[in-house]
């Protein structure tokens, strides 16, 4: 099966605000954050890309891929069906599948869309929240169960990679679908980022760009993953500007929602920043041109 497509990479970096969205295991009664350490131990709290992904399928409104468990007891896998292929569900199209089978090396697709965890750009300090089940406990006149969860509101970033020309093809089962079909998928995709939210302990955490810059380009680079960072509540133009070499430039564009960063006017002044719903139809525009040419 050949593909003849023009290579072509869909980037878009994001930075949202939100608040404690993803816990790893708790240590004794105490609900612990996924964290990494930068610099001279400064913690950093991150949403795995397995959380945005979860996050981002369930909220495509698409069908989910059917799934099927192998083995028994411990050693049970569950995993996607051997019939679920990229044809019907537009998850595993964008982010790949492994299907074991016995005596046979499986089949396996990569992801097509790849995303970085999103990191938090403002350090965790340790803050705890303390909590009880008091309504309940009083209700039977019993002692309550107490419990506690580190908490942290911060700006996050996180990057989106496509590849476009591989999106819809599937050369472990012949499978090529329409352009109109790969537009369709792609679209719906960048409409679901565009107000991505996440349901965590009883919380609605808003997942929607505050600003988000990137472009469809000849190369398939993360091409601003390491260089969004916010200091005192601006965001660092210099260094977006450090990476925005003549063919990277021309088609970059860079969405904002004004009012949440101190520099507003340095960002709209230098990077030409649009409204966020224009940035994501100048997007979209972009991706229908480029399947629309091949």
Known sequence: MGNNMKSKGLSVSIIFEAESANYGESVGNV???????????EQHTY?????IRYNIVEQLGEPYAEVKAEGSGEKKVIQFHPDATIQDYPEIDFF????TEKGTGGKKRSAKVRLSNAISLETFKG?????TNKGLADRLKENMNIAQAEIHRSYY????TADLEQIGIDEEYEIEISN??????????????????????????????????GGVYDIKNPVFQNVL?????????EQIEGVLFEN?????YCGLIQGKFDNDNEIKNKLDSKSMPEFFEILKTKVSEYYESN
């Open 127 to 131: 803050d705890l929240d303390y909590l």
């Open 96 to 99: 790949g599948y492994l299907k």
């Open 31 to 41: 609900a612990s954050l996924k964290k990494i350490a930068r610099g001279k131990g």
């Open 229 to 237: 960072e916010v200091k005192d509540n601006s965001l660092v133009v």
């Open 248 to 252: 990277i430039k021309k088609d970059t």
């Open 180 to 213: 109109e079909e790969k537009v369709r998928r792609v679209k719906r995709l960048l409409d679901t980022v565009a107000v991505l939210y996440r349901d965590i302990r009883g919380r609605r955490e808003d997942l929607k760009p505050l600003f988000a810059i």
């Open 157 to 160: 970033r996180y990057t989106l």
């Open 47 to 51: 949403i795995s890309r397995q959380a």
